[in-house]
């Protein structure tokens, strides 16, 4: 079975944790051996976010002053060898001689996605409300409420196809982990003449997971977060765990646009595109998540 695995921000580093390396391996020592366990019985493609990572290498970019800020499309393809590298190390450890290879993606959106006028993908730490708004002011940021914090926010144009598709799939055929499509991948357009620029922006990872899998036609797509299943009414007494549902059912909740609300769109999507399975739970119950008895398992409406 072919699995494309997703790893939240979580994976990396929890909200409010120091965002340096020894807090990111440590974390993804965890991920790795999670993550092993899956690779030893099925083929595996890793996914994995980067908001904090990508915020910070922004941050460090804009404190030299006689250099332009990096841009956006190049700070993405930083974090993804950053973090490449330290899963790849780590997935290593655990698995011995397998085969594994981290890849910089690039994701192709479209120049003129409407996404580029309202940003809203957080990147970065978090701020309280009144030292964010500062920050904007000076630094030119957009800012948003991110729970109860807030955070800056940047565009999030929806990914439209993986350039390093063939290369993934020549690596899945020599039985290879394949590490890629970090961040959502490193978003390019396209001009007239078919070559690729890089743009200000990050594709949302969830969005772009969901694609991938599609284009490799895998068996499962899984979300892998900080929480043992998708729960409606999150965070009040009334909190209910779902553990099997269809798109059609989740479409009645709302979901928390900046935790929840990607990964059941993302997982809704790629079942109703190809009416395989996917699953969303906790890091620590991968193999769970697998086998289906673990987490909050997305079928189709014909399945259920």
Same mark, same amino acid.
């Given at each position: 079975?072919?699995? %494309?695995?997703?790893?939240?921000?979580?994976?990396l580093?929890?909200?409010?944790?120091? *965002?340096?390396?020894?807090?990111a391996?440590?974390?993804?020592?965890?991920?790795?051996? #999670?993550?092993?366990?899956? =690779?030893?019985?099925?083929?595996?493609?890793v996914?994995h976010g980067?908001?904090?990572?990508?915020?910070?290498? =922004?941050?460090?970019?804009?404190?030299?002053?006689?250099?332009?800020?990096?841009p956006?499309?190049?700070?993405?393809?930083? @974090?993804?060898?950053?973090?490449?590298?330290?899963?790849?190390?780590e997935?290593?450890? #655990?698995?011995?001689?397998? *085969?594994?290879? @981290?890849?910089?993606?690039?994701t192709?959106?479209d120049?003129?996605?409407? #996404?580029?006028?309202?940003? @809203?993908?957080?990147?970065?730490?978090?701020?309280?409300?009144?030292?964010?708004?500062?920050?904007?002011r000076?630094r030119?940021?957009?800012? &948003?409420?991110?729970?109860?914090?807030?955070?800056?926010?940047v565009? !999030?144009?929806?990914?439209?196809?993986?350039?390093?598709?063939?290369?993934?799939?020549?690596?899945?055929?020599?039985d290879?982990? %394949? %590490?890629?499509?970090?961040g959502?991948?490193?978003?390019?357009?396209?001009?007239?003449?078919? #070559?690729?620029?890089?743009?200000e922006?990050?594709?949302?990872?969830d969005?772009? !997971?969901?694609?991938?899998a $599609?284009?490799?036609s895998?068996?499962?797509?899984m979300?892998?977060?900080?929480? *043992?299943a998708?729960?409606?009414?999150? $965070?009040?007494p009334n909190?209910?765990?779902?553990h099997?549902?269809? *798109?059609?059912?989740?479409e009645?909740?709302?979901?928390?646009?900046? @935790?929840?609300?990607?990964?059941?769109?993302a997982?809704?999507?790629?079942?109703? =595109?190809?009416?395989?399975?996917?699953?969303?739970?906790a890091?620590?119950?991968?193999?769970?998540?697998?086998e289906?008895? &673990?987490g909050t398992?997305?079928?189709?409406?014909e399945?259920?």
């Amino acid at each position: 079975m072919l699995v %494309v695995a997703a790893l939240g921000g979580n994976a990396l580093l929890r909200r409010h944790e120091s *965002p340096d390396a020894e807090v990111a391996q440590r974390n993804l020592k965890v991920a790795a051996e #999670a993550l092993a366990e899956i =690779a030893c019985e099925h083929q595996l493609v890793v996914t994995h976010g980067n908001g904090p990572q990508i915020g910070l290498l =922004a941050l460090q970019s804009e404190a030299f002053r006689d250099v332009r800020t990096y841009p956006l499309d190049v700070l993405g393809a930083e @974090s993804e060898g950053m973090i490449g590298y330290l899963l790849e190390r780590e997935l290593a450890n #655990a698995l011995g001689p397998a *085969p594994i290879a @981290s890849l910089i993606t690039q994701t192709v959106v479209d120049a003129l996605d409407p #996404a580029f006028q309202k940003p @809203s993908k957080p990147i970065g730490p978090a701020y309280e409300r009144d030292h964010a708004r500062a920050l904007a002011r000076e630094r030119g940021w957009t800012v &948003a409420a991110d729970g109860a914090d807030w955070r800056r926010v940047v565009a !999030s144009p929806t990914p439209r196809s993986i350039v390093e598709l063939p290369t993934i799939r020549l690596l899945l055929d020599h039985d290879t982990v %394949v %590490v890629c499509a970090g961040g959502g991948g490193v978003p390019v357009v396209v001009d007239s003449g078919g #070559a690729r620029h890089g743009v200000e922006a990050v594709v949302d990872k969830d969005l772009a !997971s969901a694609l991938l899998a $599609r284009e490799l036609s895998a068996d499962l797509l899984m979300f892998l977060t900080d929480v *043992p299943a998708v729960e409606i009414d999150w $965070r009040t007494p009334n909190a209910t765990a779902l553990h099997t549902a269809t *798109p059609s059912q989740l479409e009645a909740y709302d979901f928390a646009v900046g @935790s929840m609300g990607p990964k059941v769109g993302a997982a809704s999507c790629f079942v109703r =595109a190809t009416r395989k399975r996917a699953a969303i739970g906790a890091l620590t119950e991968a193999a769970q998540l697998v086998e289906g008895t &673990a987490g909050t398992q997305v079928v189709s409406d014909e399945q259920r």
